[in-house]
Nanobody
Framework: EVQLVESGGGLVQAGGSLRLSCAASGFTSDDYTIGWFRQAPGEVREGVSCISMRDGRTLYLDSVRGRFTISSDGAKNTVYLQMNSLKPEDTGVYYC?????????????????????WGQGTQVTVSS
């Protein structure tokens, strides 16, 4: 059974930084996709970034490109989301999720319907 555990959320002032971690376990291979999503109160959950664990290919939501960086530590089965220059509109619950290799992370965007394992989420609050 795949399990994902997020950590690293918190309260930060605008312009600050946070690094989120997603510890993954239960995979039968190293070939899968991890995505980071966020959901603000009353809003739809949106894909923020994703990474292919097979080839390291990454994708970002336009509004976070240049500020957020997704990376993986294969040895630890951990995916990170480094978030810099945070803005109040980045506030929300951040989730990591897993999809089969080749799914979920497309050049056209992130398809959350392809992700079938989800973590419990971690709150990120950016004050103005």
């Amino acid at each position: 059974e795949v399990q994902l555990v997020e950590s690293g959320g918190g309260l930060v002032q605008a312009g600050g930084s946070l690094r989120l971690s997603c510890a993954a376990s239960g995979f039968t291979s190293d070939d899968y996709t991890i995505g980071w999503f966020r959901q603000a109160p009353g809003e739809v959950r949106e894909g923020v970034s994703c990474i292919s664990m097979r080839d390291g290919r990454t994708l970002y939501l336009d509004s976070v490109r240049g500020r957020f960086t997704i990376s993986s530590d294969g040895a630890k089965n951990t995916v990170y989301l480094q978030m810099n220059s945070l803005k109040p509109e980045d506030t929300g619950v951040y989730y990591c999720a897993a999809a089969d290799s080749g799914y979920g992370c497309y050049s056209q965007g992130i398809n959350k319907l392809d992700f079938d394992s989800w973590g419990q989420g971690t709150q990120v609050t950016v004050s103005s």
